[in-house]
Structures are given as structure tokens and as C-alpha cells.
């Protein structure tokens, strides 16, 4: 089973921008989908942006434009970048690894994004 930290959340003013970063170890990173969720208070954990152990892509229809979701095989790293944060996009965000693009799935520990002035 793989495991993953993310790091990256943090303040920030709307318009403004972050990236997140989530390291995974302890498998063969190159044939896991990855996948950044979030979960703002009193909803449930949408996802926000995955790519594919080939390299597809899918964004959720509010990020579009604003998002963009890359990984680094050599580096087991995947990365979301975050651009004209809006305070909508408040929330705990989560790195996802799913093996072999269907599961099993491993989780993050999460970290906090806040967009407020």
C-alpha cells in the first residue's frame, strides 16, 4: 500500500494562488491514479482533479481553468496547482492513490486551504 503526505495548504487572499504537493512512497508510483479531493465543513468530499496512471485527466466543472494536476513519476510526486483561489475552494484538501487506476484506494492526511481576505 502506498503512502502519501501532501503539504501546500495554507492562507491565502481570493485571486491569489497555491500549490500542493502530495509524496507518495512504499510502491510502484507509476501505475496509481492520482487524485486531489477536498471536503469543506458540513459536505462531503468531492473530487476536485485526477490523472490517470497514463496521463488523463478530469477536472470538476468548478476548478476548471483555475486547477491544474500534474505528477512527477520520477519523484513520486503529484502537484496541484491552484490559481484564482476563490473562498469557495475553502476547504481540507486530500491526495488519493488508486492502484492500477481501480482501486484499492490510499488517502492523505489532508491539509487545509483557506481563501479568505
Known amino acids: 500500500q502506498v503512502q502519501l503526505v501532501e503539504s501546500g495548504g495554507g492562507l491565502v487572499q481570493p485571486g491569489g494562488s497555491l500549490r500542493l504537493s502530495c509524496a507518495a512512497s512504499?510502491?510502484?508510483?507509476?501505475?496509481?491514479?492520482m487524485g486531489w479531493y477536498r471536503q469543506a465543513p458540513g459536505k462531503q468530499r468531492e473530487l476536485v482533479a485526477l490523472?490517470?496512471?497514463?496521463?488523463?485527466?478530469n477536472y470538476a466543472d468548478s476548478v476548471k481553468g483555475r486547477f491544474t494536476i500534474s505528477r512527477d513519476n520520477a519523484k513520486n510526486t503529484v502537484f496541484l496547482q491552484m490559481n484564482s483561489l476563490k473562498p469557495e475552494d475553502t476547504a481540507v484538501y486530500y491526495c488519493?492513490?488508486?492502484?492500477?487506476?481501480?482501486?484499492?484506494?490510499?488517502w492523505g492526511q489532508g491539509t487545509q486551504v483557506t481563501v479568505s481576505s
Open positions: 488519493n492513490a488508486r492502484k492500477n487506476n481501480i482501486g484499492p484506494d490510499s
Open positions: 512504499g510502491s510502484i508510483f507509476s501505475i496509481y491514479a
Open positions: 490523472v490517470t496512471s497514463s496521463g488523463a485527466i
